[in-house]
């Protein structure tokens, strides 16, 4: 759901070592596990392109990519750092902008 809107309408081309991947669309009998994952595929104009890791190299070395922490990822922006960069846009002066960046990078700011 979240990078739907990037790749609806365009068409994409995946390049995996994952060669079962590339025949999920032709496999007549499925379960109803793998039912939904081939429904929710349709939705994208997507091309699979069976790659040897060997071949592939960026996706050989993310699969083998050891991260000891497991840091969570925070992708929200909230609407106070939002409004923060609409503020900037609209053009303050260079002190009032400083002072905009300074509290979005504390977290403190007054809105």
């Known amino acids: 759901d979240k990078f739907r809107s990037y790749i609806v309408g365009y068409k994409v081309v995946v390049h995996t070592d994952h060669a079962a991947l590339k025949y999920l669309y032709t496999k007549k009998d499925a379960k109803p596990r793998l039912l939904r994952w081939i429904?929710?595929?349709?939705e994208f104009d997507i091309e699979i392109v069976d790659k040897k890791g060997v071949e592939n190299?960026?996706?050989?070395?993310l699969s083998r990519l050891r991260i000891?922490?497991?840091?969570?990822i925070n992708d929200s922006l909230p609407e106070e750092?939002?409004?923060?960069?609409?503020?900037?846009r609209e053009g303050l002066e260079l002190?009032?902008?400083?002072?905009?960046v300074s509290a979005i990078e504390d977290e403190k700011l007054p809105w």
């Open 81 to 88: 750092q939002l409004m923060a960069l609409r503020v900037l």
């Open 57 to 61: 190299s960026v996706a050989d070395h």
């Open 95 to 100: 002190k009032d902008k400083l002072e905009v």
């Open 39 to 42: 429904l929710l595929l349709q």
């Open 68 to 72: 000891d922490e497991g840091l969570p």
